[in-house]
């Protein structure tokens, strides 16, 4: 044998080590919305039919490899600050992956800023709330623009000369991220600029002055002097800021240029190193003089910019249960494919326990998510814009709260490398508590909710009767529903009480839900496992009689 041959032989062994079996693939190339049942039904149920087709093309384009791909790459590479350009002048620009623009992009280009906007209508919020459900979990981040210039368009309407300036900008169909005075561009988004350090649940502390330019009041210009803690988006065209004008604390849309061209300034001072949600900028910024108009009334701030942030709270519902989602898929997928002690997991009894536990808690999530896109579509109705009014609040609380720990879980379903940077949980993990905290955070959540419950009586009956609804067909929603409503009777000691009083609200809305629309092998394991008073509970401990498997099978998405 000559040296040469020892050589190539050697290079065999060393190569040879083993071969790659019972590990699972990408999910990827697969169309998430017609890929889940829970979704398809939700949509048709709650009012948008019509757009099943548009929906299984969105879910076609962003559930391909390559679309996928963006929302891994705009989070590996963070955005950048630069406060000057190299010559010293300010510039306050933030860069970002274009994997971040492609994303937007997509957004603006299908509606998910706009769409109930320009056209209202049934189903409008459903579809639109479906598209963001499918959009986040591919990304939540670049969400935070999106629901923000979505959210923005209410409290714009406060005062109708704003609006008629700003709306068509802010509703267009396309991106435009130019650092550019807005005059100069056809599509805008718009940001939020509300914390302050010393409180950010109490606005009402805020110390941003807002000094009038002439005589003032609503539609008026003002020049604002202060800083904000967090504002997210920052390339974003405008903001809704709060700031205390002399008759109170008041609400004023602050664009980043002047209208003669020059910088407003809004100085960014630096970013914010967030554990989560990397691809999306929040920044700390001072404003020197910053001209803002004021939208709404005079003192009236938090009145009119709460138009926005119900939106938002929203849309917080709608991204947590899609980042449940985007967990409890990975889960499934993984588990249908990887096999221990000679059989695939999925059906081995105690992990099918674990992923039909997921898998209700997920549909549960998105129930409600999609019921109150349906009441968004219904206001004019009374009944429906009491259950906007009560279930925003609960919804945000409860559904966001419950999104940590399930993704959690669905991560330890993959086992170690679950935990792995190139795979998506850490991703998912570390966006899994924003949703819960910004926006108002679950105390303020539970506090809003008993506001509602003080301020509109009718809110609760029309809880109520929700519940009622789906009553007789399952008894342990009926007895659930009996203790809630003497719950809701009982007037002491509320603020100390309202966690558990929205836990429950929650849950039996849920159930309702569930009991009315989804077959009886979930709807029935939903409430025996959440409602039966069981105790404390790990996910996986469903009780017995269960049908997991077809829980499993109906979630299971399909590549
Ligand atoms: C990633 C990220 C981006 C953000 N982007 C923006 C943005 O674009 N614009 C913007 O304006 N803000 C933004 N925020 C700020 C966010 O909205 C606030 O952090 C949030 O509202 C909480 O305010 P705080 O941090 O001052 O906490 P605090 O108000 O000090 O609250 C601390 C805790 O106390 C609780 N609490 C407060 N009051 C009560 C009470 N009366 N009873 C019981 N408990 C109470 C709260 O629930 C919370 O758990 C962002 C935050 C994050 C994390």
Known sequence: ?????????????????????????????????????????????????????????????????????????ANRCPPELDTHDRFGRRVDLVRFHPAYHALMRTSIEHGLHASPWIAPGPGAHVARAARCYLHTQVEAGHGCPITMTFAAVPTLRATPALAQAWEPKVTARSYDPRNVPDAAKTAVTIGMAMTEKQGGSDVRANTTRAHPVGGGGPGAAYELVGHKYFVSAPMSDAFLVLAQAPGGLSCFLLPRWRPDGAKNPMQVIRLKRKMGNVSNASCETELRGALAWMVGEEGRGVRTIIEMVAMTRFDCIVGSAAGQRAAVAQALHHCSLRAAFGRVLSRQPLMANVLADLALEQEAALALAMRLARALDGRADAHEDLLVRLMTPVGKYWVCKRTPGLTYEAMECIGGSGVMEDGPFPRLFRESPVNAIWEGSGNIQCLDVLRAMHKSPAAVEALLWELAAAKGANADLDRAAGELRRELADPADLEHR?????????????????????????????CASRLAGAGPRNFGTLPRGVDCAAIVERATPRS
Request: glycine share 4%.
């Open 498 to 526: 309202a966690r558990s009083l929205v836990d429950r609200i929650a849950v039996a809305f849920q159930a309702s839900l569930l009991v009315r629309h989804a077959p009886p092998f979930v709807a029935d394991a939903f």
């Open 1 to 73: 044998m000559t040296a040469s041959d020892i050589a190539s032989q050697a290079a065999v062994f060393l190569a040879d080590t083993h071969e790659v079996e019972n590990v699972a693939h990408e999910l990827a190339d697969y169309n998430p919305y017609l890929a889940d049942v829970a979704l398809t039904e939700a949509v048709s149920r709650e009012g948008a039919a019509q757009e099943h087709e548009a929906l299984a093309a969105f879910g076609r384009l962003v559930g391909r490899a390559e679309h996928i791909e963006l929302g891994a790459a």
